[in-house]
């Protein structure tokens, strides 16, 4: 037999369970809201073809003169984006004084497993001009003296720059995925042929071997590598990652790094290692070098540009640079290759377009 006042703490308990079953309700609808209104925005997102440099269709892209299409291309539009510092507007054109002398460069890189070739032109004007631009600092007394001073330098020269973003346009319209982005500018160096220019300079007293600029490094077609290394370390910056370099003082050797997670980074600086003198792998720091071996020494780091880490979401490379240091290894050891090991090195060989012989050697002015 129920009591009144048990009937009253039964309903009284009812009600409470009403509210609980009515909060969570709400809560899940609240929370399928959300996650529906966010699948939603994502899809939106997806849908738009934003450029490679992240601007919107419709829109004028920092970099002059380029407009951002419907199908998020970068296009040469002066007319409605203006043209950049020192380059006057003619006929829909941006013209500038340094365009004489032209000539188009092969241009290859080597991202995907595919191989890519382009022509870019160049001009003998900007080279001239850049040949006679002052190679030095100056410090104030008590100021320490930094390699990064002189590259940084000389990647911010204004009128390089100019003639230098096409390529960086170039290289944000063939990929909307940074790393992609980042891999396409690294082949790209490493494939320019490795040399030292002919040309001196009088510093003082004394003539010393010319140290190119990074737009000579393309006009040329050829560099060492502290000069392949400032080309690609302006061609990332553009693109907006973090940049160093790595200078080894005993072999008189440059490297770039490419700002990452530390526990994939070389030596834990948050940096990997990229040799630029030939095609080779992100973060493979082990390679041989016809003319000194192994990099051994341990390197200064110097740093260029803060930015965008690379690897994050799929760095393949990095497993890859495993399995080509255990290759080399077995050879070192062996001095032969079985079946198996030679076509895994053949495969990374077409994949990244690896070549047999590596030089150091920087031959610059510092």
Same mark, same amino acid.
């Given at each position: ?79 409605t984006c203006g043209c950049p510092g020192g380059f006057s507007k003619t006929n829909g054109f941006c013209n500038s004084n340094y365009e004489i ?27 001239? &001009?850049? %040949? ?5 600092? *100056?410090?104030?007394? @008590? /100021? ?5 001073? =002189? ?61 190119? &600029?990074? %737009? ?5 077609? *050829?560099?060492?590598? @502290? /000069? ?5 370390? =302006? ?56 003319d000194i071996g192994k990099l051994n020494s341990v390197p200064e780091l110097y740093f260029i540009s803060e930015g965008l880490s690379f690897g ?55």
């Amino acid at each position: 037999m129920i009591e009144e006042g048990d009937k009253f703490y039964f309903y009284a308990n009812k009600k409470v369970i009403y509210v609980i079953l009515g909060l969570i309700g709400i809560a899940v609808i609240i929370v399928l809201a959300s996650v529906f209104t966010k699948s939603i925005k994502n899809n939106i997102y997806e849908q738009i073809p934003i450029c490679g440099d992240g601007s919107f269709p419709g829109t004028c892209s920092l970099t002059k003169p380029y407009y951002c299409d419907i199908d998020g291309k970068l296009v040469y539009n002066p007319t409605t984006c203006g043209c950049p510092g020192g380059f006057s507007k003619t006929n829909g054109f941006c013209n500038s004084n340094y365009e004489i002398n032209s000539k188009e460069i092969p241009i290859q890189y080597f991202v995907g497993g595919g191989k890519t070739e382009i022509s870019y032109e160049v001009y003998g004007g900007v080279d001239e &001009y850049l %040949y006679l631009q002052k190679q030095s600092i *100056e410090y104030d007394y @008590g /100021e320490d003296f930094s390699r990064a001073d =002189f590259k940084i330098n000389k990647m911010d020269e204004e009128i390089q720059r100019e003639f230098l973003m096409p390529l960086v346009v170039y290289i944000q319209d063939s990929s909307n995925d940074k790393d992609e982005q980042a891999r396409i500018a690294i082949s790209l160096v490493q494939n320019i042929p490795f040399g030292a220019s002919n040309k001196t300079y009088n510093f003082g007293n004394t003539k010393v071997n010319y140290s190119r &600029y990074p %737009y000579q490094v393309l006009y040329d077609n *050829e560099g060492v590598c @502290g /000069e392949k290394t400032e080309l690609l370390a =302006f061609l990332l910056r553009e693109l907006g990652f973090g940049v160093s370099f790595f200078y080894y003082p005993e072999e008189n050797h440059e490297a770039l790094g490419i700002k990452c997670s530390v526990e994939k980074s070389f030596g834990n600086t948050g940096y990997c290692f990229v040799e630029t003198t030939a095609p080779s792998i992100i973060s493979d720091s082990q390679i041989n070098y016809a003319d000194i071996g192994k990099l051994n020494s341990v390197p200064e780091l110097y740093f260029i540009s803060e930015g965008l880490s690379f690897g994050d979401e799929n760095f393949y490379e990095y497993k890859d640079a495993k399995k080509i240091r255990k290759i080399r290894n077995s050879v070192e050891k062996r001095g032969w290759l079985g079946p198996l090991k030679k076509r895994s090195y053949n495969n990374l060989k077409e994949k990244y377009g690896l070549v047999d012989e590596y030089f150091s050697g920087c031959r610059n002015i510092y």
